[in-house]
């Protein structure tokens, strides 16, 4: 609930992938929530949007783009 005022009831693990920060590394993990209670708002992301698979270029990170196309390989082999 911390990054965007929801409660997932069900979610799968997608990926997860190394990142630099200036004084040390982190691990981020991505998930992807197929059901949840709430209304998602921006509670530290400057927005949230929803965009088209072919708009990935759009996003701020590689790291993130790299994410979502993960996303959509698991989506289209059927672990979705």
């Known amino acids: 609930k911390e ?3 929801i409660y997932c ?6 990926i997860r992938l190394p990142i630099r920060l200036p004084h040390k590394k982190k691990l ?4 992807f929530c197929e059901d ?7 509670y530290e992301a400057e927005k949230i949007f929803w965009i ?3 708009e990935f270029s759009i996003l701020d990170f ?3 783009r790299t994410a979502a196309k993960e996303f959509l390989k698991m989506l289209k082999k059927g672990g979705i």
């Open 3 to 5: 990054e965007f005022g």
């Open 9 to 14: 009831k069900k979610f799968k693990f997608i």
């Open 28 to 31: 981020i993990h991505y998930y």
């Open 36 to 42: 949840w209670k709430g209304k998602p708002e921006s």
């Open 52 to 54: 088209d698979p072919k």
């Open 62 to 64: 590689e790291i993130d």
